[in-house]
């Protein structure tokens, strides 16, 4: 995170991680395409091959509130393959958030796994914690044949903390549920650190629904969080024992 | 945290960037050339900072004009410093009059919210506008009027609507190129952190194995000094073993009978095999220590050759082997350890006969050569070739076995045998040939392996001939 008291700017990173061809590029493009020309920024695709990453890509977007506080969304996603991994551990340095995408199908488990510990270590290599990171999970290719069932999916999933979401990127479902149960854990665990609603006077809640309409879904902030399989009650429950430390 | 990470995090979120840092100059200047071509409207592109980036360079002939005389160049001087001083913002360009009658369009470059700098469009005169204004006449005063209508006439004219047209196609234009600069700026860099992040973790390991290295050439130094010192002790016992043993055998302690005579000779000659293995080790451990001393003395190596086949035929005959000496003549003299190579010749000998059937036979021979210079027959062998040295080349030639090519390289290896089975029918420690490439090597001599015709072995020592130091 960067902020400009000056220029009344906020700049928060947003990093996609997970194993290789699980969708990240896909889910950036699918935010891209949703989003509203004022809000998005040039998708940039950083070398890529074969319609692979090798660098990195970024979507920036943009937001201004009406407190006058501008803020600044730069989201990454790291190449998935395991030799980029020197890449990958520069692109998530400084990441205030990270979505995980995972890719559903039974055959690609070890590789989630495995993604998710690269995950880890790169994180510890920076110093923080994994339990830290505020993160949500993303259950990708939902549509293809061999995907884990929903029930097991959720069974799994009430045994972790974070939200748990199921998309299929290439058709843009369940793309924005993801980023803005993304943004809304990232923005409380930064507000929590800096207390950037009460410096700016700034309604965080509201910023993340207006995200979720300028990204073309209006169904409301609670609706979105709710379409979580799991992980959503802890996330209360933290809010809730955070409202009483302040 | 390192470096290459924090400066990473600055490439990728502070957005700092200039536009002089991201775009080309030089393509630039180009397509700000190729702009004035097709719409006529001279431009100039700056950077934040004030530093100007392109610039089309072609000035209204009517300033040249003005230039003449100094209330001229007054005018002129003061619409380009209020052009210089617009500092349009985004949203709102700035509009400043030029003494033609024509407007500069200042217009600031927003690339992802930020202002990267600024576009100046103009001189542009309003097609309305056909007859100079009265600023002009009076800047012009006491110049030809004929002349200033000629170049006032010259003067781009576009409708404001077209110029607005125009400047908005520039601003895509250029973030266009903008984009394409930032992202090759950011893939060069993350290019060049990633090697530097991937340099520090290969020296990391490097670091690692360094250590391990280390450590093993420490362990391997502590077993050599062990069997330096366990050989040392063996051998104080067993010296007194031997020696009483051979006091019972002459008597000494009185009269043995036949039998006690038997046991006790059984008792010497275990003892004298045991001290033969223990000196081995020993020697084994100097060498690997580098602690061995050689006593060199000038020597014959026909005498030495004459020498172990005199000491082995026995040996050989016993196996019905036929054991030949070849030394042909003119082979130089050695300055060497005589003992030690002794005891080269022997152990390669005593090998040759132990694995050569009854009916073969081993010839030792000597003769003059040189030293091998390894790969120099290429580039600069007119250098290299000055630097061949004589040498003496040893061999053992048996019509044994042989000894595949695979297995070439390990023999030298100590404990290392061919054959792991053979070892009970020839006997022998495996420790003989590592001693002998090691003695070799002392005398700064090398040891090779060669097929025999048609089966067997060749042992080659090529040892350089020296001259003892004066």
Known sequence: ?246 | MNDAFKSLSDLTLAERYDLDEILDQASLAEMASSFEELFGVSLRIYGTSGRLLADTRRVPTLYGFLDRHLPGRLAVQKVIDRVRRAAPQPGSPERVGCISGGTYLARALVYDGRVRGRAILGPILDPEITAPPSELLEAAHGLPATELEEHFKKLPRLAPLEVERIAQHLESTLAVLTFSGLKAHLASNLHLESVKENFRELSEQNDKLKAAHDRLKELDRLKSNFLATVSHELRTPLTSIIGYSEMLLEGIAGDINQDQREFVETIHNKGEQLLGLIKTLLDLSKLESGTMSLRKDMMSCGDLVLDVVATLAPTAKKKGVKLQARVTDGVPELYADSARLRQVLLNLTENAIKFTPAGGEVTIAAQAGFMPQGDTGGAGAVLMGAARRPAVVLSVADTGIGIGVEDRDRVFDAFYQVDSSSTREAGGTGLGLSIVKRLVEAHDGLIDIASNQPSGTVFLVTLPSKRPPQ
């Open chain 1, 1 to 246: 995170m960067q902020l400009d008291f000056v220029k009344r700017e906020l700049t928060i990173k947003l990093v996609y991680y997970g194993p290789a061809l699980s969708g990240k590029t896909t889910n950036l493009q699918a935010l891209h395409a949703a989003a509203d020309g004022e809000t998005r920024g040039r998708l940039m695709s950083l070398d890529t091959k074969d319609d692979r990453t090798l660098f990195f890509d970024l979507l920036p977007l943009s937001y201004v509130d009406k407190s006058g506080l501008s803020v600044r969304l730069k989201v990454f996603t790291v190449p998935g393959q395991v030799i980029h991994g020197s890449t990958r551990r520069l692109v998530v340095q400084g990441a205030d958030g990270v979505a995980f995408i995972a890719d559903s199908r039974i055959g690609e488990t070890d590789a989630n796994a495995e993604a998710f510990v690269d995950l880890k270590d790169n994180l510890a290599a920076q110093g923080i914690a994994l339990e830290k990171m505020p993160l949500i999970i993303q259950f990708n290719k939902r549509d293809l044949p061999e995907a884990r069932s929903v029930d097991e999916i959720a069974e799994m999933a009430r045994k972790g903390t974070e939200p748990v979401y199921l998309a299929v990127a290439t058709r843009g479902e369940g793309v924005v549920e993801s980023f803005i149960g993304l943004l809304h854990r990232t923005w409380h665990a930064l507000d929590r650190e800096h207390e950037l609603g009460e410096k700016f006077g700034f309604d965080g809640d509201g910023f993340v629904g207006d995200m979720a309409k300028k990204l073309g879904n209006s169904s409301g902030l609670e609706d979105i969080l709710r379409k979580a399989v799991a992980g959503r009650r802890k996330l209360s429950s933290t809010k809730i024992r955070v409202g009483g430390e302040t």
